[in-house]
């Protein structure tokens, strides 16, 4: 494989690639601000996020919110 062959492949993969990740980020991020308003932890649920994406959203809305103080 050529270096302009590898090159334009990259640059390729790249383009076609960026707005997923770019999307689930920002994902992960609004899992882990939900999260936290929810009284969970929002660095573990970004976390999970990132690998479970909108399954986590949807986990994450059906959830109750914790209690801070039993009484």
Same mark, same amino acid.
């Given at each position: 494989?050529?270096?302009?062959?590898?090159?334009?492949?990259?640059?390729? *993969?790249?383009?076609?690639?960026?707005?997923?990740?770019?999307?689930?980020? +920002? &994902?992960? /991020?609004?899992?882990?601000?939900?999260?936290?308003?929810?009284?969970?932890?929002?660095? *573990?649920?970004?976390?999970?996020?990132?690998?479970?994406?909108?399954?986590? +959203? &949807?986990? /994450?809305?059906?959830?109750?919110?914790?209690?801070?103080?039993?009484?």
């Amino acid at each position: 494989m050529t270096r302009e062959t590898y090159v334009d492949t990259f640059n390729h *993969l790249d383009s076609a690639a960026a707005p997923w990740f770019v999307g689930w980020g +920002t &994902l992960a /991020l609004i899992n882990a601000g939900l999260a936290q308003g929810k009284n969970r932890s929002g660095l *573990l649920w970004f976390l999970l996020s990132l690998v479970l994406g909108p399954i986590a +959203t &949807l986990v /994450l809305v059906v959830m109750p919110k914790v209690r801070s103080k039993m009484f």
